[in-house]
């Protein structure tokens, strides 16, 4: 490990950010582009989502994880608050990893 | 920045819901900065990391590369491509990030998976800065505590017993449901949630995620999209 790494690294990741929410972001935009942009998160979410659940690295998994998930899925759906949904599906992921 | 009471009550409303997310950026800042130091990481490395880089994956991937006997070059090439998803976050969060110089460079290093995420799911734009301004502040504290106790502390807690690996999934879950409302919302949900998975043995780690942004594409040929 080095301060190289840690610097470059620090470099690279600050000029996306930048990049994105400074040198693009703030120009404005035609009408058609901004809609796209509306549609970002609900793209990349759901990315997230699935990555973080079903893949490791390059492998594709299936563990207690996915319990977690459509724990989750349902408490979002019956509209139950923001905590109670994460102590659900963190909480149904390590008692299944307990059981098993 | 107006405060009426009702991006007070915005405001109180954000700090509770951040503070159940800090509490899982704290657990995973300590076994980043674990795995930073089993790397040969000094302590003062692995805080200026969090503190500097502050985005988790690519920070992770750096490290893992690192402790794996990988090369700088190979750790930066990972880390690099799990870091560009933040130009895409910062389109979506530009108008947030506006102010002086101090304030746009500040806004800009904050904005992550999990600020975009809780931003977005706001709708008016005075309450999209509140949420931004007052969570991001929480969750990079968090982040970088966690990495300092993790540092110091080295081992002992392991976030996969307790099911803690599940939380970011499971979190972005609860904060996906608005953007699922219309019809090229789900539309986009479905291209991202497919992609990634699909796409995922087959390229490097940090690029399926990228593909999936392109959902929105997709979400738009739905019907020339909506509100």
């Known amino acids: ?100 | 920045m107006d405060h009426g009471p009702n991006q007070r009550s915005v405001a109180a409303r954000t700090v509770r819901v951040a503070l159940v997310m800090a509490v899982a950026f704290v657990v995973f800042g300590a076994s980043f900065g674990v795995l930073a130091v089993g790397a040969g990481a000094s302590v003062a490395q692995a805080c200026a990391m969090s503190l500097l880089v502050f985005t988790g994956a690519s920070q992770m991937s750096a490290v893992s590369v690192i402790a794996s006997g990988g090369s700088v070059a190979s750790a930066l090439g990972g880390a690099t491509l799990l870091a560009a998803r933040n130009a895409v976050y910062g389109l979506a969060l530009a108008p947030e990030v506006r102010g002086g110089p101090l304030r746009r460079a500040i806004g800009a290093q904050w904005v992550i998976d999990e600020t975009t995420a809780l931003v977005t799911s706001e709708a008016d734009p005075a309450s999209r800065r509140t949420v931004f301004w007052t969570a991001a502040p929480i969750l990079y504290a968090a982040w970088n505590l966690g990495t300092l106790l993790g540092a110091l502390a080295g081992g002992a807690i392991d976030p996969h017993r307790f099911g803690l690996d599940a939380a970011f999934p499971v979190m972005f879950t609860a904060m996906l449901a608005p953007h699922l409302r219309t019809r090229a919302g789900r539309r986009a949900a479905l291209f991202g949630g497919i992609t990634t998975v699909a796409l995922a043995p087959f390229i490097p780690v940090g690029l399926p995620i990228l593909v999936a942004a392109f959902g929105m594409l997709f979400g738009l040929s739905a019907d020339g999209g909506e509100s």
């Open chain 1, 1 to 100: 490990m080095t301060w190289t790494l840690v610097l470059v690294l620090a470099a690279i990741a600050f000029g996306f950010k930048v990049m994105g929410a400074v040198v693009i972001g703030q120009r404005t935009m035609p009408m058609v582009l901004e809609r796209c942009l509306l549609l970002i998160p609900a793209a990349l979410l759901t990315g997230l989502i699935t990555k973080d659940t079903f893949t490791n690295g390059q492998a594709l998994t299936l563990d207690a994880r996915a319990l977690g998930l459509a724990v989750a899925v349902v408490a979002t759906w019956r509209r139950l608050p923001f905590i109670v949904v994460i102590v659900l599906g963190v909480g149904s992921t390590a008692l299944l990893r307990t059981l098993a």
